[in-house]
Structures are given as structure tokens and as C-alpha cells.
């Protein structure tokens, strides 16, 4: 992938202000670029670059 390896350290320590389990969601770590790169493929489709979501027809045309 076109990013750089991560490193993850894990606390052990449960934080009970964070969630009624004590854990912390990192899911979106995963999908962060997952906007841009789509929005670049849709600028080198079209040639239109939208800085805004949701890319819809409107702003394409």
C-alpha cells in the first residue's frame, strides 16, 4: 500500500471513560484514505476535482 507500516502499542490498561468495555475504537484507521483515493480516482476520470463529500453528479457537472 502507498502508506507506511504502523506501529501499534497496546496500554493494557482499561479505560473506563472511553466505553462502557473500557476499549477504544481505532476501526477507522483502516479506511481514512479511502475518501481521497476515490475522490483522485474521480478527478482522473473526469478531470473535475471535488474537495467536498459526497461526490455526487451535481458537482461533476
Known sequence: ADIPDI???SVGIPDPHSSALGGKGVGELGIVGVA???ANAVFHATGKRVRDLPITLEKLI
Do not use: T
Open 36 to 38: 481521497p483515493a476515490i
Open 7 to 9: 506501529e501499534v502499542i
